[in-house]
């Protein structure tokens, strides 16, 4: 395992036991409707993003 691999293994396993803290969310109507807003929201248009997913990859 290179160092790379190594560092994304350890923060999968801290997202993991990060997740599994979370007991419970209590929300009113309001807070669960703003919620829901963000969360469904599309993500805003990003120039640099569509160009690197458009460049030709080295692998290819």
Sequence with gaps: MNRSEFL???R???????????????LGESQ???FEAV???PEPANDKLVA???KKSVFE
Aim: glycine residues 0%.
């Design 8 to 10: 994304i293994d350890q």
């Design 39 to 41: 969360v469904n929201a």
């Design 12 to 26: 999968k396993c801290a997202e993991s036991d990060d997740l599994t803290n979370i007991k419970l969310f209590v």
């Design 52 to 54: 690197l997913m458009n």
């Design 32 to 34: 669960m409707a703003a």
